[in-house]
């Protein structure tokens, strides 16, 4: 794109050299100086209208989805609808399809837990198969200290996760961590539980 505008303002630069007789090669070094600099500035000039209307993005991150993004985006509301409308039996809807509301899983099958040690801090990771919103809690013993943290079931069309968990080791010190993840959805609650040797 520099690049283009740079070659157009130097063949209006050269036609205009030619119309006066005058080539560019046999210009004064101030002269030539001047129509570097003036390009430059009108090269500049592109740039920051091109920037300013969002045709261009070369500072910061684009604001704007991709096809790829947006397809997935849609994928995902529609899985989500799918599992909260879930309509494989119970009353017609007005489309005379049958419909019934969201029901969470039950026990602890749906509910994949583990954890890493990682220098400093403890990263709790989760995978919630059949889930689409909630809370999730982590609860973690040692040596009779307990830590206990909450955070959102965060909806993804493969499987649900925890909004995230890492837990400083001072806040229970070395040795085994009895970890436990309950996930809350709709008055249904399941947990499932794992242990970590933090060193």
């Not at 205009?16 to 100086?33: G, M, Y």
């Not at 925890?162 to 947990?191: H, K, R």
Request: net charge positive.
């Amino acid at each position: 794109m520099l690049g283009t505008l740079w070659v157009f303002s130097v063949i209006i630069i050269s036609m205009r050299s030619k119309t006066k007789n005058v080539r560019f090669n046999n210009l004064h070094p101030s002269k030539k100086l001047l129509i570097l600099m003036g390009s430059v500035l009108v090269l500049l000039l592109c740039m920051v209208v091109l920037e300013a209307t969002g045709v261009t993005n070369f500072f910061g991150p684009s604001k704007q989805l991709t096809t790829a993004q947006k397809e997935t985006a849609k994928t995902d509301a529609a899985t989500k609808k799918q599992l909260t409308q879930n309509q494989p039996s119970g009353s017609p809807d007005k489309s005379g399809a049958s419909s019934t509301t969201y029901a969470p899983p039950r026990g602890s099958d749906n509910i994949k837990l583990s954890a890493e040690q990682a220098s400093t801090r403890v990263t709790i990771k989760t995978q919630l198969y059949g889930y689409s919103d909630g809370t999730c809690t982590l609860r973690i013993t040692n040596t009779g200290k307990t830590f206990t943290q909450t955070a959102s079931v965060i909806f993804q069309s493969q499987f649900s996760t925890c909004a995230g968990f890492s837990v400083p080791i001072s806040q229970l010190e070395t040795g085994t961590w009895n970890i436990t993840i309950t996930v809350d959805s709709q008055g249904v609650t399941a947990s499932n539980t794992t242990t970590l040797e933090v060193k």
